[in-house]
């Protein structure tokens, strides 16, 4: 059964574009786990741009479901997650004039502050996956680093179509296996969404999807626990 993170940054977007107090991210999640989210995923950027240090707090003290904690590694935000202890810590890039995360970390320099993040979380009992490209040098190097889990990025899955989508799946898939050769849990995400969803819930070894944007965007016209629930349906469906 392949688990489904719910990403509810983009219900803070709306809350932080009136600077208000609603919609409430943590009420979103509430409602996400009774539609049947395995995990809840937020990702505190340095900005502050839509999830708050609040909703952190609020967050970790009331999901049942594991808790997905995504962040750059400045050590500000490192410690921040060390302090509420989350289930998960997914290492992700992040540049501030991005619309939303546009890659997936460039593991090659091996990078002290990268290592040093890794650690920190791990120490705090954390444990620890990496938002990488499907590339089998960034899956080999996320094993030596030591996580415990990789989240292929599939952004240009999501954009290409038609034949491209066809490679860009079949690129998903052989990065896939070597995710799974190298003993490393093989969760993927970014830009998926009803329609395109399934060829990836159907990779073997697939455990957990994370999809923010269009369960957020279905959830306008149906509601956070039915767009939940027909997500999770169309993963674990043949």
Known sequence: MVELGV???????????????????????VLAELGGADSITIHLREDRRHIQDRDVRVLAE??????????????????????????????VPEKRQEVTT????????????????????????????????????????????????VELHTGQYAEARGQEQL?????????????????????????????NVRPLAAIPGMRELNIGHSIVSRAVLVGIKEAVREMKLLLNTP
Request: proline share 5%; hydrophobic share 40%; with cysteine.
């Open 7 to 29: 990403n509810i940054d983009h219900v803070a977007t709306l809350r932080q574009a009136r600077r208000t107090v609603e919609p409430d991210p943590v009420a979103a999640a």
């Open 167 to 195: 490679q860009e799946l079949r690129r998903l898939e052989h990065a896939s296996q070597l995710v799974n050769d190298m003993g490393l849990k093989l969760h993927a995400g970014h830009g998926l969404t009803y329609q």
């Open 102 to 149: 546009e890659g997936g970390l460039d593991l090659r320099p091996r990078s002290p502050e990268l290592r040093n993040a890794i650690a920190t979380l791990r120490d705090s009992g954390i444990s620890v996956s990496l938002f990488i490209d499907p590339d089998d040098q960034q899956v080999r190097i996320a094993k030596e680093l030591g996580v415990d889990a």
């Open 62 to 91: 009331t999901l049942r479901a594991k808790f997905n904690f995504e962040l750059s590694c400045a050590p500000e935000i490192v410690q921040i997650a060390c302090s509420v202890r989350p289930e998960q810590a997914t290492l």
